[in-house]
Every structure is written in C-alpha cells, then in structure tokens.
C-alpha cells in the first residue's frame, strides 16, 4: 500500500472536510439530506484511489484533492438515486435519503452532488480532459444501471457484463484521472482493472446479501445460480470462484500500469482478497 502521509499532506479526512465545505453552500434541505448520507458512513474507497495514485506521482495537493473528490461525489450521487430507483429504504443500517426526505428532495440531492464533482475538476492540471473523462464516466454507468434496472434474476453469464458496466467506470476514475493529471499512459488498462475490481466487490456483496435481496427480489449472482440449478452452497462456490477471476485479472493488468497508479488499485485487491478469503471460510 502507498504511504500517503509520506507521500502527499493529503488525507482522507481532508477530503470529508472539503466535501462538507461545498455541501455548506448548497440549498439547506439539500445540504442538510446530504450531510446526512455522508454522516451514515462508507469506505471512501474512491477517494483514497485517487489520493494514493495522485500522491506516488508527484501531483500537487489540488491535484490529489481533485481525483479523489470527483470520484467519491459522483459515486455517493449515484448511490443516492440507486436507493430511490430499486426502492431500498435502508443504507447502511439507517433510512436512505430518499425514504427520509422524500424523492424529491434524494433526486435534488443526487443532482447537487454531481454537480459538486464538476466544480472539483477546476483543481485538476488538465480540467477539459477530466471532464470528458467524467462525462464518459457517468454515460458508461447510467448504461450499466439501465441493464440491471431491466434485469429481473440476471442469467449467470449476463451477470459479470452489468456488474462491471455499472461499477466499473467509477472505480477506474479516481486513477484515470491520475494518470491523466501525471501524463501517464494506461487509460484503458485502468479501465479494465476498475471494471474487474468491481466484478469481484459486488459479488462479494451479493454472497453476503443473499438473503436479502431474496426478500426484495434484487439481482443477485448466488440467486442467479440457484435459479439456473445450482444448490446454495455451490452456488456461493462459484460466486467465490468468479470473484477470485476477476482479482486475479485486475493484478494483471494493475502490474502492467505506472508503479503508483498499478500500486493503488494493488491496495484495494489486496482488501477484498482478504474479505473474500474470510466469505470462503464462512458457512
């Protein structure tokens, strides 16, 4: 892993505290309903993906700031309006957004926060390329999202495609935007690690939702694989099996990248290879 405190004066507490800064000029129910999805939580695993990239390479501190608060806004507007549209009414262990202020209210929210994420990218030393990647970004998830707002239980062979398309291009962001800011090269391979390492987190959250999502019929890799004749526990099997797949695909093409961006998306591996190891050894 990275050392960020030696690297860069940056830390993720200093991207919470910007963050909190531009929800404090926002309108105050908005303001107020997105302190309150921040207060909830989360990993914040974008932003230290562009924090470690942009450090390793040198970049300034707005540049660091830049590629770790682009991505993290864009993905907790996506998963403000994820909740409103399959209808959870929990996010982390309390009310989503939307089921505590309204839809209205959770839509304005997700729309504010993107807009937060276009204003990060006056930091970043090339704003027009980051903006096109951002744009091209959201496209390639609005995509994903369509396809499994259209799937019911989503053939096996289906399922890698769309968890990828939808988790995919906010995961490879962070680093894209940091090989950009750096003049690095390796774009697409960014890409292709972002939308392996998501393959591998979201079947990992689906091993561990399975119950759930039966309650609320969502899609569901382990479900998927019961449906198409596999017993529970080889169901989970597989799931385990594709996990470690894609890992393994996305330390391939994350050794190939400039040692700081490959190293930053290493990091993240290396964590849910550990979780996924402990998902194994569950009964």
């Known amino acids: 892993m990275l050392d960020t405190q030696r690297h860069s004066t940056v830390f993720v507490d200093d991207v919470d505290a910007e ?8 309108p ?3 303001a107020e309903a997105a302190r309150y999805h921040f207060a909830a939580g ?14 390793g390479s040198g970049l300034s501190r707005d540049a660091c ?12 507007a996506s998963l403000i309006h994820d909740d409103l549209q399959d209808g959870d009414r ?10 505590k202020y309204g839809k209205d209210i959770a839509i304005l929210t997700g729309d504010f926060l993107i807009s937060m994420a276009y204003v990060t990218i ?3 030393p090339k704003p027009a390329v980051a903006l096109r990647m951002i744009h091209d970004t959201i496209t ?8 499994d707002l259209g799937a019911t239980q989503t053939p096996p062979e289906e399922y890698e495609n769309i968890a990828a398309s939808k988790s995919g291009p906010l995961l490879a962001l962070p680093v894209r935007l940091a090989l950009a800011a750096a003049d690095m090269p390796g774009q697409n391979i960014g890409t292709r690690v972002g939308r392996a390492l998501s393959v591998t987190y979201q079947t990992l959250d689906d091993i561990c939702d399975r119950d759930a999502d039966l309650k609320h019929g969502a899609t569901n890799i382990c479900l998927a694989l019961e449906a198409s004749g596999q017993s529970r526990a080889s169901a989970k099997i597989i799931a385990c099996a594709l996990a470690q797949t894609s890992l393994e695909a996305a330390r391939l093409d994350a050794n190939s990248l ?8 290493l990091s993240l591996a290396d964590q849910l290879e550990t979780k996924l190891k402990d998902v194994s050894d569950a009964t």
């Open 140 to 147: 390639m998830t609005i995509s994903g999202q369509i396809n």
């Open 65 to 76: 700031m830049s590629c770790a608060l682009a991505p993290e806004l864009l993905h907790n």
């Open 19 to 26: 963050i909190e800064q531009l929800v404090s000029h926002g």
């Open 258 to 265: 400039s040692q700081s961006a490959g190293a930053a998306f």
């Open 42 to 55: 989360g990993s914040r695993v974008r932003a230290q993906l562009g924090l470690d990239a942009a450090a």
């Open 28 to 30: 105050k129910r908005v």
């Open 90 to 99: 929990m996010r982390r262990g309390r009310p989503a957004v939307w089921s």
């Open 122 to 124: 006056a930091q970043h």
